[in-house]
């Protein structure tokens, strides 16, 4: 499938995109040398600035307000107008204890966190950007985070740690944490594969559905982990699609489909995909999970015993059939690069996946043969 180009905006590496959710809304892109740059939704140049040397790392558009965008560069926030470039609204400075690397705004725009290199999440009250939560547990690398759609007090954190969190901002401890290593070694395990050689599970980016209950995560495994959240904000169940052949580094679930369950991934094999896990396990109540199943009694007539080997047959057929459905991606785009960031938008009304590569542009890929 073939991509339309954005260019002239960037000299170098396009590394985030964020897109304002408003109808006619703009979009934002941030690259290395701390450009910045908005585009129509046609594509068209509507204005860029340079706010550092330090490189963009993250943009978020307020979802409740459509004057403030929020860019990441070195430790700093900058929040900027999109109706008027030409200069900065607020910086707020070294509210990261590293680089930032993610930021996520809750779904009334009055909390920002800013994920960074030394593992912490922070949440800064808006406006002001005063920090009022800062959350420790991961031991390296915090890669991404985001609020949970419909539990405002909920954030979800993802690291090369290769952990997955859930956070209550009651508290400042997780409500829950994920390993990655030991879902994944499990998983091989069951697949009959241990030994073969793997890349470890880092959690480069973390997304969950609009409904708020399912979690998903790329992983440099070339998996997509994925969880669901059960009531009391309990981990439920986990499992996994294996996504891409090498590291996968973009997993966004889109939320203006058919219903909330398609994912849109990208990896380092320069692949872009769209997923429909809705029938996976881990999304689907009361579906098999990985090592579920029911013993029966060991003493059984022969006639039973067929019985029970014909059914047992055909749940394994259909399971089989069931594990193609969601291990298949419906929509794939050889892009051909590594991916730097997936931003699912609509576009003039036309469902789409916008793509930020190793290159100076952007490409947007059409979602209309679904």
Same mark, same amino acid.
């Given at each position: #499938?073939?991509?339309?180009?954005?260019?002239?905006?960037?000299?170098?590496?396009?590394?985030?995109?964020?897109?304002?959710? !408003?109808?006619?809304?703009? $979009?934002?892109?941030?690259?290395?040398?701390?450009?910045? &740059?908005?585009?129509?939704?046609?594509?068209? *140049?509507?204005?860029?600035?340079?706010?550092?040397?330090?490189? *963009?790392?993250?943009?978020?558009?307020?979802?409740?307000?459509?004057?403030?965008?929020?860019?990441?560069?070195?430790?700093?926030?900058?929040?900027?107008?999109?109706?008027?470039?030409?200069?900065?609204?607020?910086?707020?400075?070294?509210?990261?204890?590293?680089?930032?690397?993610?930021?996520?705004?809750?779904?009334?725009?009055?909390?920002?966190?800013?994920?960074?290199?030394?593992?912490?999440?922070?949440?800064?009250?808006?406006?002001?950007?005063?920090? =009022?939560?800062?959350?420790?547990?991961?031991?390296?690398?915090? /890669? /991404?985070?985001?609020?949970?759609?419909?539990?405002?007090?909920? *954030?979800?954190?993802?690291?090369?740690? #290769?952990?997955?969190? +859930?956070?209550?901002?009651?508290?400042?401890?997780?409500?829950?944490? +994920?390993?990655? @290593?030991?879902?994944?070694?499990?998983?091989?395990?069951?697949?009959?594969?241990?030994?073969?050689?793997?890349?470890?599970?880092?959690?480069?980016?973390?997304?969950?559905?609009? =409904?708020?209950? *399912?979690?998903? =995560?790329?992983?440099?495994?070339?998996?997509?982990?994925?969880?669901?959240?059960?009531?009391?904000?309990? $981990?439920?169940? @986990?499992?996994?699609?294996?996504?891409?052949? @090498?590291?996968?580094?973009?997993?966004?679930?889109?939320?203006?489909?058919?219903?909330?369950?398609?994912?849109?991934?990208?990896?380092?094999?320069?692949?872009?995909?769209?997923?429909?896990?809705?029938? !996976?396990?881990?999304?689907?109540?009361?579906?098999?999970?990985?090592?579920?199943?029911?013993?029966?009694?060991?003493?059984?007539?022969?006639?039973?015993?067929?019985?029970?080997?014909?059914?047992?047959?055909?749940?394994?057929?259909?399971?089989?059939?069931?594990? $193609?459905?969601?291990?298949?991606?419906?929509?794939? #785009?050889?892009?051909?690069?590594?991916?730097?960031?997936? =931003?699912?938008?609509?576009?003039?009304?036309?469902?789409?996946?916008?793509? &930020?590569?190793?290159?100076?542009?952007?490409?947007?890929?059409?979602?209309?043969?679904?």
């Amino acid at each position: #499938m073939a991509g339309v180009r954005w260019c002239g905006a960037h000299s170098s590496s396009v590394l985030c995109v964020g897109v304002s959710l !408003h109808p006619d809304g703009l $979009l934002a892109s941030g690259g290395e040398g701390g450009e910045v &740059a908005l585009w129509s939704q046609e594509g068209a *140049i509507m204005g860029q600035i340079t706010l550092s040397s330090d490189d *963009i790392t993250s943009a978020v558009f307020s979802p409740a307000a459509p004057g403030l965008l929020y860019m990441a560069h070195g430790d700093n926030v900058s929040v900027l107008d999109p109706r008027n470039l030409k200069s900065v609204v607020e910086d707020f400075k070294h509210v990261g204890e590293e680089e930032i690397n993610s930021l996520a705004l809750n779904e009334s725009g009055s909390s920002l966190a800013v994920a960074d290199d030394s593992g912490a999440v922070r949440v800064l009250e808006l406006p002001g950007g005063k920090v =009022c939560r800062t959350l420790r547990r991961h031991t390296n690398i915090c /890669s /991404s985070v985001t609020f949970r759609p419909q539990r405002p007090n909920n *954030i979800v954190s993802a690291g090369l740690d #290769m952990q997955v969190m +859930l956070w209550g901002l009651q508290k400042t401890r997780p409500l829950w944490i +994920l390993s990655l @290593q030991d879902a994944a070694e499990e998983e091989d395990d069951q697949q009959q594969r241990p030994g073969q050689l793997f890349n470890p599970p880092l959690a480069h980016c973390v997304s969950v559905t609009s =409904c708020g209950n *399912i979690v998903g =995560c790329a992983a440099e495994d070339g998996r997509v982990h994925l969880m669901r959240i059960g009531s009391g904000s309990k $981990l439920d169940q @986990q499992g996994a699609i294996k996504a891409h052949s @090498q590291g996968a580094s973009q997993a966004h679930f889109v939320n203006f489909l058919t219903h909330p369950y398609w994912l849109a991934t990208g990896g380092n094999d320069g692949q872009v995909c769209l997923w429909d896990v809705s029938k !996976h396990p881990v999304v689907t109540p009361g579906g098999k999970s990985k090592g579920q199943g029911s013993g029966g009694q060991r003493k059984k007539s022969k006639a039973k015993s067929r019985d029970k080997a014909t059914t047992s047959q055909t749940e394994a057929e259909e399971a089989a059939a069931e594990t $193609l459905n969601f291990s298949t991606p419906k929509l794939t #785009m050889s892009h051909g690069d590594k991916i730097n960031w997936l =931003c699912p938008a609509l576009l003039k009304g036309k469902a789409s996946v916008v793509v &930020a590569d190793q290159s100076d542009g952007l490409t947007v890929y059409p979602l209309t043969e679904l």
